[in-house]
């Protein structure tokens, strides 16, 4: 009798912990990577969101920013995933095509929506006729250069790749004197293959190199220019040296690690890097100045388009609740919540207009400089392939001729045969 | 008891091992012969096709040759040290000897994923303890970058496969040692062996069963090792210390190509299947006498 009674409260206590409450919709919200002080911050829209709408339920996920496509893919596949999910814009054609997310252009209000919004960083969430998300903030790849290295050598942020060049080999130094270059010029991110392509692009783009044709029918970043930007950083690691030796293995916080110790003078970072560094060493200061050019086109040096990466907020194509998810997005990315990325250093760009021409925003450091290089920046190619031709093509050949296993022009012919297999299909 | 009790009893372990281990194993088999991709849809039966492009792949033989090395040399290096401390700690110097037997036996209750993070920092070349002993002992100079050079990537991840499987070796050989009989050595020396001779011609031949069960179950265990390299390298750098298990990760999580992942996948369990068939009957029976 006893041990019946035992087994009918547990069953009574499980059913109670598992079932939903009545009338509560429960949304499943993913963030991948970001900032502790961004993390905080969206803990607390959240709960303004639930305190504003009782009827829902938001709960939250963080994830890794390095298995964004592993995670989505494999809950996605079997039918499941969040219903709300805060990823790479270059997702958009990925996952739009594949059917994963739903098109935001099918919710009534969201010609209201896409009003908020500057034109160009919307057109990043775009997929054919469809819009896969709504812009959570904008990233354009620059130059960051070590302050006390720069300043104590005398030295200016370079424009030209000649001057890029100088600086960096300036910059190589054995400062104890024991015979082994412990400083160097510019730290690269090879340890992580989608770092490194984020890395090389800008230096192609600012090139006037595409890497693909407007139609995204061809392969176009193993044209002279393309080569050539390779062979500007094989050249620096092979005849100079004044790339990081070790650069193959590291990841963003051994970078910061170096350049945080005076042991790299020159980075291809974002806007989180003041809050990265900040964070491991405060009060240091570096100069965010555009990617460097080649020489004929330093009349172009403030124009030539970087790489822009744009986080979006998108929604389940299968989530059974898209009001409620388009409710919470909406909540998440509208002007007054996009000021936040104005009042604080969330490591990311706002992208509403309301924030960009705000009066706080014109006190915001480096933000003309990157409001610029963004006006002109274009993203990866919006093809469904792009992110497998940047992660497991560009990366790995542009590594190898980085380091000296193929010439630049070899690496960049074989990969962009590789990439031709991949969108015809063949691989 | 009825007859059918035991079986009764033993069904829902046997459920169980069906859904988490043979449910998983046929679905890997049956995807290794379909096109299953992620990212597009396919799902027809392609036959062959995926083990022709996994044979045809130059990383699966770059792969196959770095995961051999690997295993075969992390495992023979583990096995020469874990009996040299075996010997050391066999010569029972008081109390010492209980303490060093813990010490030693720490790096194999360590996790592999927390010993790959612990490595990594070891070697790294700007910050890394080994670059800075070396160059103060003057026997380099400081800054290489161990894992960031292809030349030596592959051989530090079997620095720290060493490292973590010497101790298993060490009690395993410890446990040999103390169960050789005394009167060997007693019967050796009255005939005035040296110890080198009493070394090879009694403790090794005692020790011969154990090195074999040890050497199986190391490259087995190697051969499936996937931690320790993909925390430290994840295959690289330019793939210069991939191994088969991270390449299976590589084909069905990066590429999303199950139907190739899945074919490389039986293609490794085949050889371990191998292995550990070998290694059943290496093993000594417990009815042997």
Request: overall charge neutral; some cysteine.
């Amino acid at each position: 009798m006893r041990q019946k009674a035992l087994s009918a409260l547990i069953l009574a206590l499980i059913s109670l912990s598992c079932g939903p409450k009545t009338g509560v919709v429960e949304i499943h919200d993913w963030n991948f990577g970001g900032m502790p002080k961004l993390m905080e911050w969206l803990r607390q829209r959240v709960d303004s969101f639930e305190r504003r709408y009782p009827g829902i339920k938001v709960v939250q996920s963080q994830k890794s920013w390095n298995m964004i496509r592993e995670l989505l893919y494999a809950d996605f596949s079997a039918g499941a995933g969040p219903d709300v999910v805060n990823v790479h814009a270059n997702y958009a054609a990925e996952f739009g095509e594949a059917g994963h997310y739903y098109p935001l252009n099918k919710f009534p209000d969201f010609e209201e929506v896409r009003k908020w919004y500057v034109p160009h960083f919307l057109q990043s969430t775009r997929y054919k006729d469809n819009y896969y998300g709504l812009p959570s903030s904008a990233i354009a790849f620059v130059l960051v250069c070590n302050k006390d290295l720069f300043d104590k050598e005398g030295i200016a942020p370079p424009k030209t790749w000649s001057q890029f060049r100088e600086a960096a080999k300036r910059l190589t130094k054995d400062t104890d004197g024991d015979g082994v270059a412990d400083q160097h010029g510019l730290v690269l991110l090879g340890g992580d293959k989608g770092g490194f392509a984020y890395r090389l692009a800008p230096f192609l783009y600012k090139a006037g190199v595409n890497i693909m044709s407007e139609d995204l029918t061809r392969i176009e970043f193993n044209s002279p220019r393309g080569v050539a930007t390779v062979k500007l950083f094989a050249d620096m690691y092979q005849l100079d040296h004044s790339i990081t030796p070790g650069f193959l293995a590291y990841t963003l916080s051994e970078m910061n690690d170096l350049f945080c110790s005076n042991r790299a003078a020159m980075s291809i970072e974002g806007p989180w890097f003041r809050g990265m560094v900040g964070e491991k060493s405060p009060g240091k200061d570096f100069y965010a100045v555009p990617v460097p050019v080649p020489d004929d086109m330093v009349d172009q040096y403030d124009t030539a388009p970087t790489l822009q990466d744009m986080v979006m907020y998108s929604i389940n194509a299968r989530s059974k609740h898209l009001n409620e998810a388009w409710e919470l997005v909406k909540y998440l990315r509208n002007e007054e919540a996009d000021m936040a990325w104005i009042r604080n250093d969330l490591g990311a760009i706002a992208t509403t207009d309301y924030a960009l021409n705000s009066p706080e925003a014109k006190q915001v450091r480096d933000l003309p400089m990157y409001v610029n290089e963004l006006k002109h920046a274009r993203p990866w190619p919006a093809h469904p392939n792009i992110i497998a031709i940047a992660n497991n093509v560009i990366a790995p050949y542009g590594q190898k001729a980085i380091v000296g296993e193929l010439s630049p022009q070899e690496a960049m012919d074989q990969a962009a045969d590789e990439a031709r297999r991949i969108i015809e299909g063949k691989k | 008891m009825k007859k059918s009790t035991p079986y009764v009893l033993l069904g829902p372990a046997l459920l169980f091992t069906a859904f988490v281990l043979v449910y998983p194993l046929f679905q890997n088999l049956i995807n290794s012969f379909k096109d299953v991709s992620l990212v597009r849809s396919g799902g027809g039966w392609v036959g062959l096709r995926n083990y022709a492009h996994v044979f045809d792949d130059s990383l699966f033989w770059l792969s196959f040759r770095n995961t051999a090395v690997y295993a075969v040399a992390g495992t023979l290096l583990a096995l020469l040290i874990g009996l040299g401390f075996a010997l050391l700690l066999n010569l029972k110097i008081g109390r010492i000897s209980h303490v060093a037997a813990a010490l030693y036996t720490i790096p194999w209750v360590i996790s592999p994923v927390v010993a790959g993070f612990a490595w990594k920092w070891l070697l790294n070349d700007n910050f890394g303890i080994v670059n800075h002993w070396l160059s103060s002992a003057g026997i380099a100079r400081g800054g290489f970058a161990w894992l960031g050079d292809p030349r030596t990537a592959l051989f530090c991840v079997i620095v720290a496969r060493v490292w973590q499987f010497y101790p298993f070796a060490m009690v395993m050989f410890l446990a040999g040692l103390q169960a050789i009989p005394l009167e060997q050595y007693e019967a050796a020396a009255v005939d005035g062996a040296t110890p080198l001779r009493r070394f090879f011609h009694i403790t090794l031949p005692n020790l011969r069963s154990i090195s074999s069960v040890l050497l199986l179950l190391g490259v087995i265990w190697s051969f499936n090792d996937f931690n320790m390299v993909f925390v430290m390298t994840r295959g690289g750098p330019i793939n210069s210390s991939m191994v088969l298990p991270v390449l299976v990760r590589e084909f069905s999580f990066v590429h999303f190509d199950l139907g190739k992942g899945s074919a490389l996948s039986i293609v490794v369990f085949t050889l371990l299947l191998f292995l550990s068939l070998l290694y059943l009957r290496v093993a000594p029976r417990k009815d042997a006498t």
